[in-house]
């Protein structure tokens, strides 16, 4: 996909961190916007910011993981601009404990977002952007603990995996249809935003338990909150998914030095090794 001006973009989880960015070059390069967060409050603000630019904006509050609001959520994008032609499914969150302490109601939220997210959004928009035959791109946002497996992030690992095989299925059912639709996964290491605080988005008591109670999982947790805190900017990542949509290129790693680590894993595999502890 080479040309942006005039086309829609739809993302998910666009009201702060990657997402807005991710809006804000969109925009910049005179595309069409669809945007959609579970925080109505900074969407809504957001969508003023665009409209006052006079920036075609279309923004509805979404549980990515409710199958019926994303669907929802593609009918109002096809009824407002007649076409999508970048899905960009970003919305995450992240739990901070050893899969023995994960909970049944923390699997569900964040396979829900993370994976469900993304699933959703590929059922919802993906035959519609075939049925039209234009040109598009599909950016799925994974992790690049969706390539390395840390402690302490048993959901987030399990659920950026799945993303990760989920969008290589997705590229090889679109080649093999010769489909005029190129797809990306994005596997950024630290980044500044608030996924570590995400808790705040669940309802009822739950959100407030965000750290793993053993005293590993809460220094892990802390070290997760310090390095995003310390992590490139929302704008560079963003400047690096339009790079990759313009060269077709999927996968997009957004730290050189994780492919150390990568390589690391995949020699564990084939040597027989036992997994090496690496850092993200």
């Known amino acids: 996909m080479q040309d942006f001006t005039d ?18 070059a969109a925009a910049a390069e005179g595309m069409k916007l669809v945007l959609a967060d579970i925080d109505a409050a900074a969407l809504d603000a957001l969508a003023a910011e665009f409209a006052a630019a006079d920036v075609p904006v279309l923004a509805l509050r979404t549980d990515v993981s409710s199958p019926e609001q994303v669907d929802a959520l593609a009918d109002a994008a096809f009824a407002r601009f007649g076409a999508v032609h970048l899905l960009v499914n970003n919305a995450g969150v992240a739990v901070a404990k050893s899969v023995w302490e994960t909970t049944p109601k923390d699997w569900e939220w964040v396979l829900g977002v993370n994976l469900y997210g993304v699933t959703n959004g590929l059922r919802a928009f993906v035959p519609r952007m ?22 302490a992030l048993a959901a987030y690992n399990a659920s950026k995996f799945a993303v990760v095989t989920v969008s290589e299925g997705l590229h090889h059912d679109l080649a093999l249809r010769q489909a005029p639709i190129g797809v990306s996964v994005l596997c950024p290491s630290w980044v500044k935003t ?18 793993g109670t053993s005293v590993q999982s809460q220094k892990i947790g802390q070290a997760v909150f310090q390095a995003v805190q ?8 963003a400047e690096s998914v339009f790079e990759a949509v313009r060269a077709g290129r999927f996968y997009i790693v957004t730290h050189p030095e994780s492919r150390a680590g990568v390589r690391v894993r995949m020699e564990d595999i084939l040597e027989n090794r036992n997994p090496t502890l690496m850092s993200l």
């Open 7 to 24: 086309k829609v973009a739809v993302v998910t989880g666009a009201a702060e961190g990657i997402g807005k960015a991710i809006a804000r």
């Open 130 to 151: 075939l049925e039209r035959g234009e040109a598009g791109h599909i950016v799925n946002t994974a992790s690049v603990a969706g390539l390395l497996s840390v402690p």
């Open 194 to 211: 608030r996924i570590a605080e995400s808790g705040r988005h669940r309802l009822g008591e739950e959100g407030a338990v965000q750290a």
């Open 230 to 237: 310390a992590g490139i900017t929302p704008d560079s990542v």
